[in-house]
């Protein structure tokens, strides 16, 4: 079973850029649909950003035209460009496979650390 593994999270200012990466321990072209997730505490966990490997990709509304998704299947890594971050934007990011294309609200059962953003105003 393929694992992965983000990083790259941290502290950035309202406005600013982070790049968050998903390395997998495999080839990424097993997993059909990878995702980025995001969890505040006391609230449920939110998928963000999808792209399937047919390239087709998906945005949360609250995300669209700021954050894009993209997945480099010779490098086995996912990538999450974040640019004009806010401060609702904090969470604890994490990447894992999407379960079903089109159901985001099903999620997958077992998850790795997380890497952590947060955005000060």
């Known amino acids: 079973q393929v694992q992965l593994v983000e990083s790259g999270g941290g502290l950035v200012q309202a406005g600013g850029s982070l790049r968050l990466s998903c390395a997998a321990s495999g080839s990424l072209l097993s997993i059909n649909a990878v995702g980025w997730y995001r969890q505040v505490p006391g609230k449920q966990r939110e998928l963000v950003a999808a792209?399937?490997?047919?390239?087709?990709?998906h945005y949360a509304d609250s995300v669209k035209g700021r954050f894009t998704i993209s997945r480099d299947n010779a490098k086995n890594t996912v990538y999450l460009q974040m640019n004009s971050l806010k401060p609702e934007d904090t969470a604890v990011y994490y990447c894992?496979?999407?379960?079903?294309?089109?159901?985001?609200?099903?999620?997958?059962?077992?998850w790795g650390q997380g890497t952590q953003v947060t955005v000060s105003s």
């Open positions: 792209a399937a490997r047919a390239l087709i990709t």
């Open positions: 894992n496979k999407v379960p079903v294309w089109n159901a985001w609200t099903i999620t997958p059962g077992s």
